[in-house]
């Protein structure tokens, strides 16, 4: 397998080690418009980065990335950037023929004038928009494959197929302790991310309803802390 890496960041970095230790992996091309980033990662891998290439990219740039793509004949685009570059980079590896994977789907927006009732642009609609291209060329793309959506997308699939008889509710908690030295505050992706997610307003499917949007905190639920100290309210 030959992967073009796109985003040297921590995500990006975090991939390359996990990358170094599979075998299938026959060459991944670390790409950022930082050129001094890629360098970086490829080389903290030391004697196992023999398999990786840093270059350069604008992320934003879809003919240079296909151009990319082709150059080291990669089959597969891994885009571990900022979600403003899901759609061009979506849309340069589908012109170049290869598989595609992100982790956070294209960006939402709100309705502009019932946010809290209605749903605008939810994440991924521009993606999924773009389905029966991908499907007509016989192409894979796996779009949202992060934290959540994603892993916890897995876990709700193998739950109804393998742990219950019946589902009829399905609840995602997302929380960490995790912390970094020296910082009261240290989100472990894009700060601009971080900030979108807390303001949109949350989404919501039901039966016979479709999608619709609530008002921040307008349905609280308590559950255990973690930690199991304490209770908190989603």
């Not at 016989?138 to 959540?148: H, I, K, Q, R, T």
């Not at 393998?162 to 989100?187: C, K, M, Q, S």
Request: with cysteine; net charge negative; glycine share 12%.
């Amino acid at each position: 397998m030959r992967v073009l890496l796109v985003g040297a960041g921590g995500v990006g970095t975090a991939i390359t080690r996990i990358a170094a230790r599979r075998p299938f992996l026959d060459l991944m091309v670390v790409a950022d418009y930082d050129p001094a980033r890629a360098g970086a990662a490829v080389a903290a891998l030391g004697g196992a980065g023999d398999r990786f290439v840093a270059e350069q990219v604008d992320a934003g740039d879809e003919a240079g990335v296909a151009a990319l793509l082709a150059r080291h004949g990669c089959d597969v685009l891994l885009n571990a950037t900022d979600p403003r570059f899901v759609m061009p980079l979506f849309r340069a590896a589908r012109a170049a023929g290869a598989t595609y994977l992100d982790m956070a789907m294209s960006l939402s927006r709100p309705h502009p004038e019932r946010p809290y009732e209605e749903c605008g642009v939810k994440l991924g609609d521009e993606q999924f928009a773009l389905a029966g291209e991908w499907e007509k060329a016989g192409a894979l793309a796996l779009v949202g494959m992060g934290v959540e959506p994603g892993l916890s997308d897995v876990f709700a699939r193998y739950a109804t197929d393998e742990l219950f008889d019946t589902v009829e509710e399905i609840g995602v908690r997302d929380g960490a302790d995790l912390t970094v030295d020296g910082y009261d505050f240290a989100p472990s992706f894009s700060i601009w991310t971080t900030i979108e997610e807390c303001l949109n307003p949350p989404v919501v499917y039901e039966t016979g309803r479709g999608w619709f949007t609530t008002a921040p905190s307008a349905s609280p639920r308590c559950s255990t802390s973690p930690r199991g100290s304490g209770r908190w309210s989603a």
